[in-house]
């Protein structure tokens, strides 16, 4: 069997459990994510979808170690990296790499393209000298579609696509594997959604990476997911393959994150289900199925029992109590 490029098992994260004072005080934590299991195969991109709260990005930081789990492991080319060294960690941080939502606020408006995007390469020693850092900067804007010439700007001088653009020379400077994409399309202007989309693709056609990409609408990451995973309250609701989350979505939830599109999916055969009410506050997630409070279809033992992640067809799975290869009856 071949290894998976990265790999969790039971992944969790508790925000306020010990030493957040405000949060304790309040007698709240927040399970960010709870119990997430899931992996991503060499040159596979994984979409993660949700709405905000949903423990996407935690989730997105958990897999690099930007911060620890509670619970459970992640494993990146077999090896747990919470047994890591510093120098190994060190060396994996050179292979994973992210891209950040915001073009505006990740990027220092004050220095130079040229040391933003050579941040990473001069961290690890990867250019030797001026004349080596403008070359390899150079290579690097090329690939993204920006002129060399920019160099010496700084990003208040760029537009939002463009300032993605940058984050993403910035994030492939030090030839990672694998990228986590974190809601890097979501605050620019949809015209330009496309063109990074497009960007993305390219690259990894060129590079081969493997992508997490982290999105709250299913829209954008149609064209670039192989698989497409769906979180609420912490929790995957539903996975599988990008066909058979577009076209047969077993979860309400993925259901009604469809039929939210701008321009619902013609190829959607299930019952079109209108999402209503916010999502519950994460200190107070509710019991049984977390989304039954929202969920249409809810019936009494939805509000009993957690329903689990089951294989519903070969390569989806979905947690509710109704799921069936057929979509779900009114
Ligand atoms: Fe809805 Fe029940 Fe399925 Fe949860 S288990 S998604 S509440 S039908």
Do not use: W
């Not at 490029?5 to 709870?34: H, Q, Y």
């Not at 747990?80 to 990740?106: C, H, W």
């Not at 995973?229 to 539903?238: A, D, F, H, K, P």
């Not at 209503?276 to 977390?290: I, Q």
Request: charge should be positive.
């Amino acid at each position: 069997m071949i290894e998976p490029l990265i790999r969790t098992e039971n992944l969790s994260k508790t925000f306020g459990e010990a030493g957040s004072f405000f949060l304790r005080s309040k007698g709240s934590s927040v399970r960010a994510v709870d119990g997430v299991s899931f992996s991503i195969n060499r040159g596979e991109t994984v979409a993660v979808v949700g709405e905000s709260g949903c423990g996407k990005s935690t989730m997105g930081r958990l897999l690099l170690r930007l911060i620890d789990a509670t619970e459970g492991s992640v494993f990146f080319e077999g090896t747990d990296i919470n047994t890591l060294s510093r120098s190994e960690m060190r060396q994996m941080r050179r292979k994973a790499q992210m891209v950040f939502q915001d073009p505006y606020g990740s990027l220092s408006p004050r220095r130079s393209i040229a040391d933003i995007v050579a941040e990473p390469l001069e961290a690890f020693g990867l250019v030797r000298n001026r004349r080596e850092k403008r070359e390899r900067v150079a290579e690097l804007l090329n690939q993204v579609g920006l002129s060399p010439s920019f160099m010496d700007r700084n990003p208040r001088q760029f537009s939002g696509g463009q300032r993605q653009r940058i984050g993403i020379a910035r994030a492939i400077s030090v030839d990672p594997s694998f990228l986590v994409a974190d809601e890097p399309v979501s605050a620019l202007d949809v015209s330009v959604q496309a063109q990074i989309v497009n960007l993305l693709q390219d690259l990894q056609e060129q590079k081969r990476f493997t992508y997490l990409f982290i999105a709250h609408d299913l829209a954008v990451v149609r064209h670039i997911a192989d698989r497409v995973m769906v979180m609420y309250l912490g929790r995957i609701v539903e996975i599988g393959n990008k066909e058979q989350i577009y076209s047969a979505p077993q979860h309400p939830y993925t259901q009604a994150l469809l039929s939210a599109a701008p321009e619902p999916d013609p190829d959607v055969k299930a019952k079109r289900i209108i999402l209503e009410g916010d999502v519950p506050s994460p200190t107070r997630v509710p019991p049984g199925c977390s989304f039954h409070t929202r969920c249409p279809l809810a019936q009494d033992i939805c509000r009993a029992e957690r329903p689990a992640l089951r294989e519903v067809t070969p390569g989806q799975s979905a947690a509710c109590h109704f799921a069936r290869p057929n979509p779900i009856p009114a």
